[in-house]
Nanobody, 123 residues
């Protein structure tokens, strides 16, 4: 069982930056594919970014060039650096994990989820 705890959300003006963190329990963090998803009010949860065990990375087109996903296996933590934030980035951001050598980009492929952290971008 893996427990995920997100932090770093908050209120920021458009054009600003935030860095989200997701701390994972367990001793096999390095073998996990880690993903970030988000859900805006009234919308379905959508993929944002993922980083695999080999540090392969994939981004949603909507965040490419603005967001950066990274991981620190020594700290069992994955990060999402969000720059040039837009009003449309407002959502609850969720961290997810799956033990796999592949890179996963759909929410149904993840086994573990955090409770989410709210990101609000004011226009």
């Amino acid at each position: 069982q893996v427990q995920l705890v997100e932090s770093g959300g908050g209120l920021v003006q458009a054009g600003g930056s935030l860095r989200l963190s997701c701390a994972a329990s367990g001793r096999t963090f390095s073998s996990y594919c880690m993903g970030w998803f988000r859900q805006a009010p009234g919308e379905e949860r959508e993929f944002v970014a993922a980083i695999g065990r080999y540090n392969n990375i994939y981004y949603a087109d909507s965040v490419k060039g603005r967001f950066t996903i990274s991981r620190d296996n020594a700290k069992n933590t994955v990060y999402l650096q969000m720059n040039s934030l837009k009003y449309g980035d407002t959502a609850i951001y969720y961290c997810a994990a799956r033990s796999t050598r592949d890179l996963k980009v759909t929410q149904g492929e993840y086994d573990y989820w955090g409770q989410g952290t709210q990101v609000t971008v004011s226009s």
